[in-house]
């Protein structure tokens, strides 16, 4: 069964550092999402696509957090600098559109612990 | 965006039936119900959707009510595997969605 892959599944980094997420979708699917979950909480949107375009980014943190779908295919998120509040679970979805329904396909998740 | 209220918790029982309600009161007319399941230390996982008719599928039903204000998630026999954070959430048909906090199901053996 086709998954999201992500990677790295865990990153510890320091405050003041760079970071950079990789998400690979199920192939075929239009539209990717990049949340982040804080523990005990559910996960909050960062930035949608829909094929290499943003459809919304309104909760992404400009000044610090960017996303990038070149090709429409595989998205990268990256931090810089990141920050001790950024530490967080860092889910990426794909869904294709079937009667505009978006069920999400969840990847693994990345780990993110900043000292 | 449309926003949903969840009990922060509930327990059931193994092998008895759950009903995990959700309201939404501020659900426009072309949003769909999505419910999510997420066990620890995993991404959340799709259980079911639907839009205005009840809709079973193997993991679990859903029960629509008729001014789609609310909906009832329901797990027919729950087992010690159902044990997760269980969201309801809107999709809008731009395919945004809003999670909550969901609903921390206990299943006692």
């Known amino acids: 069964e086709a998954e999201v892959a992500q990677s790295p599944r865990y990153k510890i980094t320091e405050k003041s550092q760079a970071v950079a997420f990789w998400c690979d979708p199920i192939?075929?699917?239009?539209?990717l999402y990049w949340y982040r979950q804080i523990l005990g909480q559910g996960p909050e949107l960062l930035v949608q696509f829909q094929d290499e375009s943003v459809v919304d980014d309104s909760q992404l943190p400009k000044d610090r957090f960017s996303a990038e779908r070149l090709k429409g295919v595989d998205s990268t998120l990256k931090i810089q600098p990141a920050e001790l509040g950024d530490s967080a679970m860092y889910l990426c979805a794909s869904s294709v559109i079937p009667g505009q329904t978006y069920e999400q396909y969840f990847g693994p998740g990345t780990r993110l612990t900043v000292t | 965006d449309a926003k949903t209220t969840q009990p922060n918790s509930m327990e059931s029982n193994e092998e008895e039936p759950v009903h995990l309600p959700c309201n939404h009161s501020?659900?426009?007319?072309?949003?769909?119900i999505h419910w999510y399941r997420q066990l620890p230390s995993q991404g959340p996982e799709y259980v079911i959707h639907?839009?205005?008719s009840n809709v079973n599928n193997r993991m679990a039903s859903l029960a629509i009510a008729e001014d789609r204000k609310s909906s009832t998630l329901i797990l027919h026999r729950a087992t010690l595997r159902d044990a997760a954070v269980y969201y309801c959430i809107l999709t809008s048909n731009a395919g945004k969605s809003t999670f909550g906090d969901g609903t921390t199901l206990t299943v006692k053996p």
């Open positions: 192939s075929g699917h239009a539209t």
């Open positions: 639907g839009l205005t």
């Open positions: 501020t659900i426009s007319g072309t949003d769909y």
